[in-house]
């Protein structure tokens, strides 16, 4: 609340309407695509003509289908293995220290912090040359989870320091075993990071193509692989058509969130 | 926090994920710089024959280029997403109030379209057929439609587009959590906007900046998707020729070779972070 | 008569701020001299930091002036202000150095390098922190970091110290310390502080004046003793936890003095306070030291001379703490009897006794 000048209010329209600018650039692409999903036409500047046809098409696309539920099954699988793993890593780096965590850390970032070409590579040559798995599900759960796990590792780890852990000691203390505590207590107390390390999880999982492409061999299609092969075939307003249903409905679900959240605060009033 | 020294209490716990690890993460890193120094032999076998050929390969060449050109790509990728994403950050902090959380979210937003289908409808905008040409057209500012795709700076663009959230995020945690006190006590001390910025706001978000690096770089460094739509077969980087080498070619030892040179890039890239930024950036990437 | 040195360091002239849906500031008028501890005391929200930001300049008013050395200085920028501000959180610059966080102001006038180097080495004295000046924020304690915050304004010279809650943060022992301290620095440079706080204890401390706040305004400004001894109002009373008040309304007046009646129905008899600025007597305290307490058979004629029973007897030292409860109204009342006095009326719990004070120690309280 300082003094305003004339120099201070120049600067902030110029300020302003360049920010403007930008999400017009960000969003203008989004757009585009959201628009052309409804029109008849391949390409061109207008819409030719008011249309479902395209998310018809995609429900009745027998491949569409068939890589939906692969990246599906593979997402949940990731979610379920990831978060498992990553809360038992998370317990012990916080709780014990043992020589060779530091190597531990190092090696839990690395796959995040790789180009996911190099590791799709070197799964690829891994698979192919050293252990025999069969390109397809398995090695794409495989990739899916070695990238899932620091994630969720992470999280997790971070947020283990918000914890009373005064409250594992009270149970253990009143009785419960190790799998009783785990269950009743430490669980719930960490499923928000849980919960956070699946929302940053499954998208990943189910939007990645780069490593996927490297190990997926030629038998399995998730989303991506697909959306990818169509592309290459040429334009194609399906895609338009999936674009938008990948915008719709995480927007959809964060506008019911916001109203849902003011609903719960005006009520508290 | 228990200590347990001595006691192997923590392997249950760590156990399984660091099987996991050595097994799928460093196990195959390893593979690949053992193939980097091998030959390839007919039909995508490789020949247990030591050689230094396919780093040479490398350094002489296209492909050597390609690997400095992806360099630059990358570099040029980052400061731009540095230079648009910081004043967005930014104002969006500064000037933000109640709708702070809504507008960090319009810009997150466009990026949970798959990453497949931004790139596509950038290429349907820039296409020749595409939605700029026939704006352009019709609004009679061009006779025939250009060729906007296929070039540096389609990829570059699409690099941007992609990659700018990542840069944005992380700053904007680090503007957010600054404590607006200590720029009032630089104010009370005399310190004008300019250097309130310098001394104070930028030293102290030195680590989303860093953070935002890491996020942008290096995924910028292993792309090829946006090289193959965006830029045809007319713009490479190091990553495609990984991608032909691996699948297309079948000549592992020389895609070994590419990858193991990026991954040394990345590894010293994440050297250079720490040494300036400390471990606290990397958290903060989380 | 020196006009120099009687012209105020600071002055607020009728001073107003307003925020959406509140009035922060509201008509305050106050002087501070030259070299005197000025302090704002009140609750929390009563308008004390506002008051204070808009001294430093990081909030712009709404009405009246603020004069700095008889110079009005609204629109003049924080930094071209002749003073600093120590924020309640400190705001040590947690990426600098003790030395560059002091030198910080310096390095923004331009002083050249040798020069900074030898004021920051006598500040650290003055504070007394030598060898400290390679050290972060983080790797110093509350009090060390206090030091520094302080050290970071004082090198400037500035005529007026703004200080914001300092000892907010530190626990109780290092909060007296500081305050002792803070007191010493001041006295030693000689340089006018303007004070917040929203501790009785510490304002009585520190001050040369005290003013104490109450939504917007000031009710009363004095000095330590008069605060605390002789509070105007039921709330400030209250606030610097007064004991015994008792509240009631005038049922009579004359000869200079006025007669109470509390709810209970004791009559209390105070001396009339003509200086009331219109507002209503609201009822009055008494200090503990100021009660007497007599046998039963010293008689109720008298002015205010109340039956009572001890309920409690509290050995503090010197004296002990007596709770009373007083007839027929059961109203509680606290008196410090001497422990010397104790030994020769040894007086206990649940005994009946009688309670007296002069009417020149009734306080009136107003509002």
Redesign the interface.
Known sequence: ???SNRTGIMGRIVARVLLALGYVFIWAPVIVLVLFSFSRNKFGLWWEGFTLQWYAELLTNAKVGQALQTSLIVAAVAVVVSTALGTLAAYGLYKYRFRGKKAVRIGLLLPIVMPPVVIGAALLAFFSKVIRIPLGYPSILIAHISFSVPLATFVILGRMARIDWSLEEASADLGADTLTTWRKIIVPLLLPGIIASAALIFPWSFDDVTVTFFVAGTGTMTLPLYIFSRIRAGPSPIINAIGMIFVALPTIGLVLWTMLQSRVSGKKR | MKQFLGKQVHLPFVGPVTLWLIMFVGGPLVLIVYFSVLTPGPLGTILRTPTLENYLFLLRGAVGRVLLRTLLFASGTNMICLLIGYPLAYWIVKYGGRWKTTLLLLIVIPSWTAYLIRIYSIKSILGYNGFLNQALLSLGLISSPLELLYSVPAVMSGLVYTWLPFMVLPIYAALDGL?P??L?????????PL?RFS??TL??TKGGIIAGTILVFIPALGDWIVPLLLGGGKVLMAGSYVQMYFVGAANIPRGSSLATALTAVVLLMLYLGIKFGGEEALERII | MENRESMPCLELREVVKRFPGLIAVNHVSLKVETGKVFTLLGPSGCGKTTTLRLV?G???LDEGDVLIDGKVVN?V???KRDC??I???L?L???MTVEQNIA??LE??KVPRSEIRKRVGEMLELVELPGMEKRRPNQLSGGQRQRVALA??LV?KPKILLLDEPLASLDRKLRKEMQVELKRIQREVGITFLYVTHDQKEALAVSDTIAVMREGKLEQVGVPQEIYETPRTKFIADFMGAANILSGKVIASGHGKVQLETEGGLRIIALENRNRGGKVIAGISVHPELIELLPLDAGLEGENRFKGRIIEMIYQGDFIETKISLAPAGVLITAHVPSRLQTVTQFSPGEEVLVHWSPSSSNILLE
């Not at chain 2, 009032?184 to 004008?192: I, M, N, P």
């Open positions: 609340m300082k003094p | 404590d006190s200590l009032e006590a630089a104010e009370d001390l005399g310190a004008s250097q001394t104070v030293p102290l | 430093a990081l909030e712009t629109d920028p924080p930094y600093s501000t924020f309640q959180t705001a610059f947690p990426h910080y102001g923004r006038r970071r304004s400037l």
